[in-house]
């Protein structure tokens, strides 16, 4: 994992003296980097949250053929158990200044902490390769928004991608390389502001579509059937349980990044604003644009892309598809890119850094 100043390099490194160079190197050793406050730790959960995935199982809990109620409820003892156990991930690597792979040396021994990492790392590769796909999309659109003639570069594909649409992901590939690069603090500052900077382009969104369609427009329950009573017990379960594995990856990896934390107090005010609440508030926001696009469009749109596309001005777009673009840079940074560099650092501490 790189550094981004001379600084940092050499407190790492002071850590790491004493330390078997077989088990350790500059980003498993404990960090006295320890500067990230309740903001960070809320800005992280909200970049985890406010991506296109988070927008679609949002959206769908709304489907199951619940109440409104129901699903809130759901919702919060989901969020709330997947809040406690962020806490208790915390608190190890908090305390050591170590990341998750060298937590599990605990449970799993020295080396066999390698077998849950790596299987973490292989999940997180998979996921990349998902959120820069998405990215990739939102970016060709508004190329083609701006410059409709490379509508040419668009006739032909390889391995389900046109030579533009390569050339996009190619483009959000090095993108997020270039934040990963510059270090933790980098990585700091970017999710600081992509997490709100999507909230400022999904109330607008809401606004919009609040305005075109008057509030009678907006149903906050979206599934057409009625389930008995015990079927509704049982979704009001598989809805709660999806929140907490929705959530899994970057609730396991956790202490990868409340190793930076300043204490515990900020990690778990932290925790409390960008679980419970951010959660909760996105869900809300969310069903209101995806309802209002059943009678604005004449159909309900699960796809923010596709939301933010039919919107009438260009430059509303433009702001709109690159905002999305923002938000799936931050969760595959936070989610997909900093823990498996910890994890794989993990197996080869001498070679991988």
Not at 267 to 294: A, D, Y
Request: aromatic share 12%.
């Amino acid at each position: 994992m790189p550094h981004s100043s001379h600084t940092q390099q050499t407190k790492t490194h002071e850590a790491a003296a004493g330390y078997s160079p077989r088990l350790c190197n500059d980003d498993l050793a404990p960090t006295r980097d320890q500067n990230w406050s309740w903001y960070n730790i809320f800005s992280f959960w909200m970049s985890d949250v406010h991506s296109m995935g988070g927008y679609v199982v949002a959206a769908s809990f709304f489907t199951l053929g619940l109440a409104s109620w129901q699903v809130l409820l759901c919702l919060l003892v989901g969020i709330c158990i997947v809040q406690l156990c962020a806490n208790l991930v915390a608190k190890p690597s908090q305390m050591a200044g170590v990341p998750y792979a060298v937590i599990c040396r605990q449970a799993f021994g020295v080396f066999g902490a390698n077998i849950p990492a790596v299987i973490r790392g292989l999940i997180a590769f998979a996921w990349y390769g998902i959120q820069t796909y998405l990215a990739a999309n939102a970016l060709m659109l508004v190329l083609l928004k701006f410059w409709p003639s490379l509508a040419s570069l668009t006739s032909s594909s390889f391995l389900g991608l046109s030579p533009l649409g390569w050339l996009c992901f190619a483009t959000m590939w090095l993108l997020q390389a270039m934040v990963f690069w510059h270090g933790m603090n980098a990585i700091k500052r970017f999710i600081d502001i992509a997490g709100p900077a999507v909230y400022v382009v999904m109330l607008a969104l809401a606004g919009w579509i609040v305005y075109k369609t008057g509030l009678d427009g907006i149903s906050f329950t979206l599934a057409s059937k009625s389930l008995s009573a015990g079927e509704q017990t049982w979704q009001m379960i598989t809805a709660t349980a999806l929140v907490v594995s929705y959530f899994s990856g970057p609730l396991l990896n956790f202490g990868d990044f409340s190793r930076y934390g300043k204490s515990m107090g900020e990690i778990r005010r932290g925790n409390r604003w960008g679980l419970p609440f951010n959660f909760l508030l996105f869900s809300v926001v969310t069903v209101v644009i995806v309802s209002g696009t059943q009678s604005l469009f004449g159909k309900m749109i699960t796809d923010p892309i596709e939301t933010v596309s039919r919107v009438g001005n260009d430059l509303a777009v433009a702001i709109g598809l690159l905002t999305m673009i923002t938000a799936t840079i931050g969760i595959n940074i936070v989610a997909n890119f900093v823990s498996p560099a910890f994890d794989f650092s993990n197996c080869a501490p001498q070679k991988i850094s």
